[in-house]
Structure formats: C-alpha cells, structure tokens
C-alpha cells in the first residue's frame, strides 16, 4: 500500500520561505511521476510541481520561486518554496502516479500537473503566509 506522509508546512511571513518534504513507502520512487499540488479554500486543486524522470513542471504562478526535487535514496520528494506571497497560502498535497505522465502539446512534453493524472495522495500540510 503506497503511503505519502508531508511535512514542513506552517506559517511565514510574505517573501519568506519553507521547505516541504514528502516520504513515500510502498512504492518504487523514482521511476513514476511524482508532483506537488495545492488546493485554497473555494478553490480546485492545482499542479504546483511535477517530476517525470528528469522532466520538471511548474504552475504558472510559482516558476522561478519554487524547486522539486527528489532524493531518492531517501524516499522523499521535496518543495523548495522562496518568496512566499499570500496567494500562495493553501493546503498542500504530495502526489504520485503509478507510472510515467506526461502532457504532450506541439511535439513537445513536459511532466504533468494535471490532477487527475496521479493515483495516490497524501493527507496534506498546511501553508500560511501573512503579509
């Protein structure tokens, strides 16, 4: 049974930064996609970040701020979060899918943010930022 447990979540003031970790079990970590998603009160969920093999993708409103990356002999997936901005407050949730997704566009692809491309999720942690 595949197990996605976050942590690193918490409250920061606007411009500062946290880092989110994500430890799998009861899955092949590395040869999957794996990915960040968030999900604010009222709102859907989104793809914050992706990793499909050495494929990266990113939201819009996170490029340049935000990093994944992933240790694989550690079994943990992270999010490095720089210059938080209130917008960015929201729960957020670690992601795997049960094989490679990618979102192919004009010959092009990239890893997928695509929520309904994972299978397993994690419980969540939560993210504040206060101006």
């Known amino acids: 049974q595949v197990q996605l447990v976050e942590s690193g979540g918490g409250s920061v003031q606007r411009g500062g930064s946290l880092r989110l970790s994500c430890v799998a079990s009861g899955y092949t970590f590395g040869r999957s996609s794996m990915g960040w998603f968030r999900q604010a009160p009222g709102s859907e969920r989104e793809g914050v970040a992706t990793?499909?093999?050495?494929?990266?993708s990113y939201g819009d409103s996170v490029k340049d701020r935000f990093t994944i990356s992933r240790d694989n002999s550690k079994n943990t997936l992270y999010l490095q979060m720089n210059s938080l901005t209130r917008e960015d407050t929201a729960m957020y949730f670690c992601?795997?899918?049960?094989?490679?997704?990618?979102?192919?566009?004009?010959?092009?692809?990239?890893?997928?943010?695509?929520?309904?491309?994972?299978?397993?999720w994690g419980q969540g942690t939560q993210v504040a930022v206060s101006s």
């Open positions: 992601a795997a899918a049960d094989g490679l997704r990618t979102d192919c566009r004009g010959g092009r692809c990239f890893s997928s943010l695509k929520v309904s491309d994972f299978d397993h």
């Open positions: 990793l499909t093999g050495d494929s990266t």
